[in-house]
T-cell receptor
Framework: AQSVTQLDSQVPVFEEAPVELRCNYS??????LFWYVQYPNQGLQLLLK??????LVESINGFEAEFNKSQTSFHLRKPSVHISDTAEYFC???????????FGKGTRLSVIA | DSGVTQTPKHLITATGQRVTLRCSPR?????VYWYQQSLDQGLQFLIQ???????AKGNILERFSAQQFPDLHSELNLSSLELGDSALYFC?????????????FGSGTRLTVV
């Protein structure tokens, strides 16, 4: 069965510093990869996704993630974080076909002023 | 507002009781998914419905059941509740079942069993 590992449960970072949230998935022939963000007391919102094509995908608020097939990774990065980026971030993977999204356990990003 | 509506937002009930959680998917979405979020287990997939039919089952206990109605809303029924069932229950919807379709999540129902 597919699985997702988010290596860091908590990541504190100072405002305007860069950040990387790590995500590894178990290998599969073809996968679709997603990052979701959950702000306090809210549901999950799609941040970005990789379906095919360019291995680097970007979100509208400055996050990017790179699909690395050889390392089975899909790490999320932002060059300069803001206080408003404080949230929990979930990596998720889905195989082709009708398999449901499998989520990692999440990484809590805390941006410090 | 994501377009996925979950009610109630909060629910407090006693052990042994039964509750029903309701989800209205985003307009046009045929597929509904239920997830349980707890601190120790993270987000666990429970069950999926597509246009009224069950399509996939995950780590759903026998005490739990769900259905999707002709108007596409879905209900998750939890019975013989235990303290360990306390969690956030999320509903998500998607346009179809294909793997390239992302999910739209509701804001969840926080269930507290006392």
């Amino acid at each position: 069965a597919q699985s997702v590992t988010q290596l860091d449960s908590q990541v504190p970072v100072f405002e305007e510093a860069p950040v990387e949230l790590r995500c590894n998935y178990s290998s599969s022939v073809s996968v679709y990869l997603f990052w979701y963000v959950q702000y306090p007391n809210q549901g999950l919102q799609l941040l970005l996704k990789y379906l095919s094509g360019s291995t680097l995908v970007e979100s509208i608020n400055g996050f990017e993630a790179e699909f690395n097939k050889s390392q089975t990774s899909f790490h999320l990065r932002k060059p300069s974080v803001h206080i408003s980026d404080t949230a929990e971030y979930f990596c998720a993977v889905r195989n082709s076909g009708n398999t449901p999204l499998v989520f990692g356990k999440g990484t809590r990003l805390s941006v410090i002023a | 507002d994501s377009g996925v509506t979950q009610t109630p937002k909060h629910l407090i009930t006693a052990t042994g009781q039964r509750v029903t959680l309701r989800c209205s998917p985003r307009s046009g979405d045929l597929s509904v998914y239920w997830y349980q979020q707890s601190l120790d287990q993270g987000l666990q997939f429970l069950i999926q419905y597509y246009n009224g039919e069950e399509r996939a089952k995950g780590n759903i206990l026998e005490r739990f059941s769900a259905q999707q109605f002709p108007d596409l809303h879905s209900e998750l029924n939890l019975s013989s509740l235990e303290l360990g069932d306390s969690a956030l229950y999320f509903c998500a919807s998607s346009e179809s079942t294909g793997a390239n379709y992302g999910y739209t999540f509701g804001s969840g129902t926080r269930l507290t069993v006392v």
